[in-house]
C-alpha cells in the first residue's frame, strides 16, 4: 500500500505549489495531481457547490487507489475537509492560512491576510482566527480576481501588480509586519509581492507546514514509500496543460480530463 500515490487535488493549478513542497520533503512519494480548473475559482461559491466539488475530485483520486489525499486548496480545506474526512476512508491532509505564527510573531501587534471570500468567510477560518489573534488587528482581504488571472496565464502582467498594489494598501496603512498568503495560487505571487512591499514585511503560507504534517501521518499510518526508485508523479486537468506546465516544468506527464 505504502506504494500507492498521494493523490493532491485543488480548484486548479496552485496546489502545484503544495505539490513541490511535498516533492522537497517526500521525494520516494508516487503522487497524482487533479487540477480542477475548468471550475477555478472556487473562492466565490458558496458551501454545498465546494462540497460537491471537493467529493468529485475525491472519487476521482480515490479511483486511483490514492492512500492519503491533501486539499491542497484553501476554500475546499475550509468548507469540505470535514465532510470528506467523515466520508471516505482515507487519511486527509488541508490547508489553512497561517494565522497562528503571524500572530504569534507579529511585532507590530497587526498582521494582513489574503485570502479568498470562500476561506475567509467560513466558520474554520473564524475559529482558528478567534483562537489565535484576538488580541491583534488582522486586516482580511479578498483576493478577488487573483486566480483568475492565474489560471489564465497572467501571473506577470500589470493587471496583477494594480490588483495586488490596491489590496496591499489596507494593509500598509495598518502598519502589518506579516502579510499571511492563505490560498495555494498565492506563494507564485511571491516575487511581485516582494517587488511591492516595504523589505521589513515578512510573507507567510502553509506549504512546509502542509508537507511536514503529510509526513508524519504517512509514518503513523505506515504508509511512507521507502523505495528508492524514482517517484512517479502524473498530473491531470480539464483546463489548460500549457499553464500547468509553466508551473511544473516539462518533466512531468499531464493529461487532458474531462472531469
Ligand atoms: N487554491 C485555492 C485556495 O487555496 C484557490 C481557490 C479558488 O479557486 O478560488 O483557496
Not at 64 to 90: E, G, M, Q, S, W
Not at 156 to 170: Q, T
Not at 208 to 232: C, D, F, G, P, Y
Request: charge should be neutral; glycine fraction near 6%.
Amino acid at each position: 500500500m505504502s506504494k500507492q500515490s498521494i493523490g493532491i487535488f485543488d480548484s486548479g493549478v496552485g496546489g502545484t505549489s503544495i505539490w513541490k513542497e511535498i516533492k522537497a520533503l517526500l521525494p520516494n512519494e508516487n503522487s497524482i495531481y487533479l487540477a480542477d480548473s475548468k471550475n477555478a475559482p472556487y473562492g466565490p461559491k458558496g458551501k454545498d457547490t465546494i462540497i460537491e466539488l471537493s467529493k468529485k475530485n475525491t472519487e476521482y483520486l480515490l479511483s486511483k487507489n490514492c492512500k492519503l489525499l491533501i486539499v491542497a486548496c484553501n476554500t475546499a480545506t475550509t468548507n469540505a475537509i470535514d465532510y470528506l474526512r467523515d466520508t471516505y476512508p482515507v487519511p486527509f491532509i488541508g490547508i489553512e492560512p497561517a494565522i497562528k505564527p503571524a500572530a504569534l510573531q507579529t511585532k507590530t501587534n497587526a498582521v494582513g491576510i489574503l485570502a479568498t471570500k470562500g476561506t475567509l468567510s467560513s466558520a474554520l477560518f473564524s475559529k482558528t482566527s478567534n483562537l489565535f489573534a484576538s488580541h491583534i488587528r488582522v486586516v482580511e482581504q479578498n483576493g478577488d480576481g487573483i486566480v483568475e488571472l492565474i489560471e489564465n496565464g497572467q501571473l506577470y502582467s500589470d493587471e496583477m501588480k494594480s490588483l495586488l498594489s490596491l489590496y496591499l494598501k489596507p494593509m500598509l496603512k495598518a502598519n502589518i509586519d506579516y502579510l499571511v498568503l492563505g490560498c495555494t495560487h498565492y506563494p507564485y505571487l511571491i516575487p511581485i509581492l516582494i517587488e511591492l512591499l516595504p523589505k521589513h514585511i515578512k510573507i507567510i503560507d502553509s506549504g512546509e507546514a502542509v508537507a511536514r504534517q503529510t509526513k508524519s501521518i504517512l509514518k503513523k499510518n505506515n504508509l511512507l514509500n521507502t523505495e528508492t526508485i524514482i517517484s512517479n508523479n502524473s498530473f491531470y486537468t480539464n483546463g489548460n496543460l500549457e499553464i500547468l506546465n509553466s508551473l511544473i516544468g516539462t518533466n512531468y506527464p499531464i493529461e487532458y480530463l474531462d472531469f
